[in-house]
């Protein structure tokens, strides 16, 4: 069964090494998953037994169009108005657990590896209904929306019915589960699960406009963060701003997969 790395909560005991792994710069930004601990989780208007780690928000000068949560409701939490923002958009992938998500009143029950995508302006509820916790990962952005395209619609599939589609000359090596349809414009960011078998690699280090949003959900990498190679395993979080260089080699004895995140199909703004 495939697994999903959370944010692991509790608190190191009082024999632990403080000194850690966490890492911010002007390019980059690395949030281990020793760092997402019960204390820095935040809690939210209009949210009932939720725990909330914020591990990306827009900054002035760092990456700026997206912010990205892991949420962890206890047995009855949830909340039936939980984005306030009439403008923003919710992509919501489930770590574990079991959840009923109402998207303009039709309900459907997700499981660990569901993917929901819920338009801007669209009434949607989330509840754990279920006797145990459970813990999704969930990004927003505000919608670039083009007047000549037809509106968003939601939708909601599982990671196990998008097709792994090979890059260039990497069968089996380095795959790309696409959430979006990569050629339809209507949608300004997209979500990916990218997948590495050991020893897979990024064979160049890419350099380029789109900011990024990297959970690792399985299995250890070296990873290249602008000039520095980084160990990175389940649970951490990577944190690109525009034109980071970046590369990776997978390590290990199992597939290095994580959950990415990505601004597309949009001119750059000229002004702010």
Same mark, same amino acid.
């Given at each position: ?57 827009p ?6 169009? &997206?912010?990205?949560?892991? /949420?962890?409701? +206890? $047995? %009855? #939490?949830?909340?039936?108005?939980? !984005? ?20 303009g ?24 209904t ?23 619609e939601?939708?909601?599939?599982h ?29 300004? &960011?997209?979500?990916?699960i /990218?997948?590495? +078998? $050991? %020893? #897979?690699?990024?064979?160049?280090? !890419? ?56 601004d ?9």
């Amino acid at each position: 069964m495939t697994s999903y790395a959370f944010p692991p909560g509790g608190l190191p005991g009082q024999n632990q090494n403080p000194e850690g792994t966490a890492i911010f710069t002007e390019a980059y930004a690395v949030l281990p998953a020793i760092t997402q601990r019960d204390i820095v989780t935040s809690f939210l208007p209009d949210w009932l037994s939720a725990k909330v780690w914020i591990l990306a928000r827009p900054l002035s000068g760092f990456a700026e169009t &997206f912010a990205q949560y892991a /949420v962890e409701l +206890a $047995p %009855g #939490g949830g909340s039936a108005a939980p !984005e306030p923002d009439r403008a923003a958009q919710a992509a919501l992938f489930v770590a574990f657990g079991t959840l009923r998500l109402s998207i303009g009143g039709a309900r459907e029950d997700l499981e660990a590896g569901h993917f929901a995508y819920i338009p801007a302006g669209v009434h949607w509820e989330i509840w754990n209904t279920s006797d145990r916790p459970a813990g999704f990962h969930w990004i927003r952005k505000q919608h670039e929306r083009i007047d000549t395209l037809n509106p968003v619609e939601a939708f909601i599939l599982h990671e196990t019915d998008v097709p792994k589609a090979a890059m260039p000359g990497a069968e089996g090596i380095w795959e790309t589960q696409r959430f979006f349809d990569p050629f339809d414009m209507r949608f300004d &960011f997209h979500i990916n699960i /990218v997948n590495f +078998a $050991p %020893g #897979g690699r990024i064979p160049f280090a !890419e350099t380029h406009v789109m900011e990024h949003g990297l959970y690792v959900l399985q299995g250890t990498a070296r990873y290249l963060l602008n000039k520095d190679w980084v160990e990175v395993g389940p649970g951490d979080f990577m944190w690109l701003r525009a034109f980071c260089p970046q590369a990776c080699i997978a390590t290990g004895d199992q597939p290095f997969r994580y959950l990415l995140y990505k601004d597309v199909n949009r001119h750059p703004k000229l002004s702010l």
